[in-house]
């Protein structure tokens, strides 16, 4: 993730990011994942925990961290917002913003 959220004394715990997703009505959450094995060529299917849409971008959820490798203007809004509800910040490449 290139860009975060991220607690200072703390991590957000992965029931807490669901709960958060299920009250945002602007998240969807979407944890299938699909790719294509670069060897046998055959589709794999995998989950992918607390994986969430919004709009055209991907968030996902890992250790403690939300956050996606898309840092476009609109996201970067958008997660702060999140962060700001979660008593949280952002950061970009470690970086506060």
């Known amino acids: 993730m290139s860009i975060y959220i991220e607690r200072e004394n703390g991590e957000i715990t992965p029931d807490e990011w669901l709960e958060y997703v299920n009250s945002d009505s602007e998240l969807i959450l979407s944890e299938n994942g699909t790719a294509i094995n670069p060897?046998?060529?055959a589709a794999m299917r995998f989950r992918i925990f607390g994986r969430t849409l919004w709009k055209d971008y991907?968030?996902?959820?890992?250790?403690?961290?939300?956050g996606s490798e898309d840092g476009s203007a609109e996201l970067v809004e958008?997660?702060?917002?999140?962060a700001c509800d979660l008593s949280a910040d952002v950061f970009d490449c470690g970086i506060k913003i």
């Not at 958008?78 to 999140?82: F, P, S, T």
Request: glycine share 6%; aromatic share 6%.
């Open 78 to 82: 958008k997660l702060k917002k999140i």
């Open 58 to 66: 991907e968030i996902t959820y890992k250790d403690g961290r939300i």
């Open 39 to 41: 060897i046998t060529k």
